[in-house]
């Protein structure tokens, strides 16, 4: 299957401080990705859908001041945590479209952020 | 929310096979039925996926009923490394847009 690589797959980080969180499509292109975010013992929720040259469609109750999303090729998309609170500590999921006629999702291997 | 419900949890024994079942009774004709597992603390891991017809690759087996309302996922012989959690997904295969929504799944306990 396609191959989608995420960085750093862990981070600790003091509260005020940004973090940033690389998401690569290896060997395809994606026009699409979508940046989840998955509390301990839950399911995964979507944060927002990330367009390669536009701006990032947020889901309802997603600050998007405080989650940018950049997409700016077709292989990468960051998502940058500001400000980052205690609270903002989860596992953050990136995946990528495979276009085609049946669009499967592939993920990335997860970033899980630790505030302190 | 999820399109899809499926049993909270399962156990099988270790060499057996595994069948998970999932009901999506308000399918559309042009959504697809896609399974992903999720071993703890790593992103969710693509498994097959399916139209209409059985569908088997080196993983599992997928099998949809004829009216589409429900599938099943097949894992031929379950070994320890098999236990995930196991979600199924309804979704239009050819509009990249939209979202892959994750209901809570099936957690899977392969035992030895």
């Known amino acids: 299957g396609a191959v989608v690589s995420q960085h750093p797959s862990w981070v600790i980080c003091k509260s005020g401080t940004s973090v940033k969180i690389e998401c690569r499509s290896l060997?395809?292109?994606?026009?699409?990705m979508f940046w989840y975010r998955q509390f301990p013992k839950q399911s995964l929720m979507l944060m927002a859908t990330s367009n390669e040259g536009s701006k990032a469609t947020y889901e309802q109750g997603v600050e998007k001041d405080k989650f940018l999303i950049n997409h700016a090729s077709l292989t990468l998309s960051t998502l940058t945590v500001t400000s980052a609170h205690p609270e903002d500590s989860s596992f953050y999921i990136c995946s990528a479209v495979l276009q085609g006629n049946t669009g499967e999702l592939f993920f990335g291997e997860g970033s899980r952020l630790t505030v302190l | 929310d999820a399109k899809t419900t499926q049993p909270p949890s399962m156990d099988c024994a270790e060499g057996r096979a595994a069948n998970l079942p999932c009901n999506h009774s308000?399918?559309?004709?042009?959504?697809?039925v896609y399974w992903y597992r999720q071993i703890h603390s790593q992103g969710p891991q693509y498994i097959i996926h399916g139209l209409k017809n059985n569908e088997t690759n080196e993983m599992a087996s997928l099998i949809i009923t004829e009216d589409r309302k429900s599938s099943t996922l097949i894992l031929p012989h379950a070994t320890l490394r098999d236990t995930a959690v196991y979600y199924c997904i309804v979704r239009v295969g050819a509009d990249y847009g939209q979202n892959f929504v994750f209901g809570p799944g099936t957690r899977l306990s392969v035992l030895p």
């Open positions: 308000t399918i559309s004709g042009n959504e697809y």
């Open positions: 060997d395809f292109q994606a026009t699409t």
